[in-house]
Structures are given as structure tokens and as C-alpha cells.
């Protein structure tokens, strides 16, 4: 692991999976997961839109939540997506060094760096894995990704946790956390002191358009955040989204969907890995990180056949030899393989 200041003009830190996709291109760049949302989530949607005349009450959806993770409600913060939460973290917050883990999703360090923090980067080593002891002792505020976008590494619950103590906040994004099928390593039911913990509707149910998530911590950094909001953040649409997603029947089929990607992801990175390529090992989330010689020219040629993959070069940490794929059904990703194929891939 290394350790630098970083500097946000090193990399775009802006630049996402929805910059790489365009008419006529099969999209293996956005993780967000396709064919959704389910009709009965549509319904929900659609019988949300009916009242759009009041303001929205977040009540209900905050108790679902909570009910969820058997969390209090007064530990729920709802948020536009997860995005949304960086933010109000970024601004709520003061930190004195604030750390953040890469590599990983980009837009908490943006948001700090938006807010006027300086920002220290902690770049993890070989197969990217967590120590938390290379994170510096003085950091007050640690930013880190579980599972981590781009890598689809999951550090250990206990590992991330080793990195609570007194007088520092952690940060744990676990947008994808539910790609893993029975949430095993997921912080959200523990929330060790100083703990806030990110999680997204918008991969697992397709709802990117929509911006739907919530922040889970202790009480008063609860109250923190949400005086950093804004009044009525969160439309009604997206709360009838956060209500019925956290419904127990509606985790249970989450769960099976990972369990089905997660068999397709590892046949995926299996049948890379065998072309000689470095697929980043252990991979838990609907995605993968590959190493390829002239990554940036394969994007480039890929494109020209019609398919579309994250250039990994905008994260910290990696370089123009990476590309991220989303895993998708196995029609797909065989059509990808093909292509890659006749690349000499």
C-alpha cells in the first residue's frame, strides 16, 4: 500500500460508466443492473405519481428501512442516492485529515475536494486488499468502498471495523453490498462507533434515473447530515421505491439474483483469466477489474464493434491498463468474449 496527497487534478474524478455508453453500443460499462425495475416495482412507482401534489413524508420509508437492518429510525438517514450522501457527508463534517481509500468510486473523494477538505489518498497493493494499519492513525475521517467499485474486492467486516476509534469517522460505501448474497461482511446491522455506512437502491433495481438510498449511522451523526439537507430531498417516487425494496420478500429476491449473477460473474472472469489476462481475484460485485496491455486502445476498438467498458485510468490507484466490465446474462457476455476473441483477446 502507498500513500500520497493526490491531487484532484490527477485524474477526472468525475468521469463515470453513463460517459462511456451512446446510441447503438452494448453497454458493459454502467453497473447498474439491466431488465429493471420488476413490474411490481414499476407498479409501486407508477401509484407513487398519484399524490405528486403533496410534499413528501419520509416516514414510512425511513421505518422500512430500519426495520431492514433492525436498525432505530432515528439511525436512517434517506438520501438521493448515494451520491447525495458524499455530499452531505463532505459538508456536514470537518474533518482535520481525511483519508480516502482507492482504489474506489470516485465521488467521495469529489465531493470532499468540492467542499474545500484536502484529501489523502491510501492506495491498497497487491490484489487490493485491505490492511487496516496502512491507513494513517492521525486520519480523522477514512472513506472506503465494500464491496469496492472498480476492484468487486469485499474486505472482511472485521477489517473495516479495525479502522473505527475514538475521534475518527468511517465511511463505508456499500452500494453493491447486496451483490453479495446474504450480506456477510455488510457494517450496516453493527454500525461500530463512528460508523456511517452508504448503501444505494440503484444497482440492484435499476433505478439510476430514479436516485434513491439512505445513510445508516448513530444518532447524531444522523442529525448531522440531515441538517445538511436540503428540505425534501427525496421525491415521493424514490421513498415508494426505499419502502417497498427494503420489504422483506423484496431482500429475499435480491439475494437470489445475486446468487445467480455471482455464478455468471465467476464463469466470466474464469474465461478471462484463462486468456491470460489479470482479473482482480475474488470478485463479489456485478462487475470486473482487468488488467489488459494498451486498455485504452481495446476501449477504443471495442467501441468501434458496438460494446462499451469503463476505461479504469480515471481511478486512483490503477492506470490506462485497466478496464472494468459489468457482468450481464450469459447471452452477452459470450457475445463480449467473441468480440474480445477477435481481438486476439
Known amino acids: 500500500m502507498s500513500t500520497a496527497a493526490g491531487s484532484d487534478q490527477d485524474v477526472d474524478l468525475r468521469h463515470h460508466g453513463d460517459a462511456e455508453v451512446g446510441d447503438g453500443l452494448r453497454d458493459f460499462a454502467v453497473n447498474v443492473r439491466t431488465g429493471m425495475p420488476p413490474e411490481w416495482l414499476a407498479e409501486r412507482l407508477r401509484a407513487s405519481m398519484a399524490d405528486l401534489a403533496a410534499y413528501p413524508d419520509p416516514a414510512a420509508a425511513r421505518r422500512a428501512v430500519a426495520r431492514r437492518h433492525r436498525r432505530a429510525t432515528e439511525e436512517v438517514l434517506l438520501t438521493a442516492g448515494a451520491a447525495e450522501a458524499f455530499v452531505l457527508i463532505a459538508r456536514a463534517l470537518r474533518p482535520r485529515r481525511a483519508v480516502v481509500v482507492h482504489p474506489q468510486f470516485t465521488e467521495p473523494e469529489a465531493a470532499l475536494r468540492a467542499a474545500g477538505h484536502a484529501v489523502e489518498r491510501v492506495v491498497l497493493g497487491k490484489d487490493f486488499t485491505l490492511d487496516p494499519d496502512a491507513v494513517p492513525a492521525g486520519a480523522d475521517l477514512v472513506m472506503i468502498g465494500n464491496p469496492t467499485n472498480p476492484t468487486s474486492v469485499l474486505h472482511p467486516a472485521a477489517a ?137 486502445g481495446i476501449r477504443a476498438l471495442l467501441r468501434q464493434r458496438g460494446y462499451a467498458v469503463r476505461r479504469g485510468d480515471t481511478f486512483p490507484g490503477l492506470g490506462p491498463d485497466w478496464l472494468r466490465i459489468a457482468v450481464r446474462d450469459r447471452p452477452d457476455n459470450d457475445a463480449l468474449l467473441e468480440v474480445l476473441g477477435d481481438l486476439g483477446i
Open 160 to 296: 473495516v471495523a479495525a479502522l473505527a476509534r475514538p475521534g475518527r469517522t468511517v465511511v463505508v460505501d456499500e452500494a453493491f453490498m447486496d451483490c453479495a448474497p446474504g450480506e456477510p461482511e455488510s457494517l450496516a446491522g453493527r454500525l461500530p462507533g463512528g460508523m456511517i455506512v452508504v448503501r444505494s437502491l440503484t444497482k440492484t433495481w435499476g433505478l439510476a434515473g430514479l436516485r434513491a438510498g439512505y445513510v445508516l449511522a448513530e444518532p447524531g451523526l444522523i442529525a448531522a447530515l440531515a441538517g445538511a439537507q436540503p428540505l425534501w430531498a427525496v421525491s415521493a417516487p424514490a421513498l415508494a421505491a426505499i419502502e417497498a425494496c427494503s420489504a422483506p420478500a423484496a431482500v429475499a429476491e435480491a439475494a437470489e439474483w445475486a446468487a445467480g449473477m455471482a455464478a455468471e460473474r465467476d464463469r466470466l472472469a474464469a474465461e478471462l483469466a484463462g486468456r491470460g489476462l489479470y482479473v482482480v481475484p475474488g470478485a463479489r460485485a456485478s462487475f470486473l477489474c482487468l488488467r489488459v496491455p494498451d486498455a485504452l
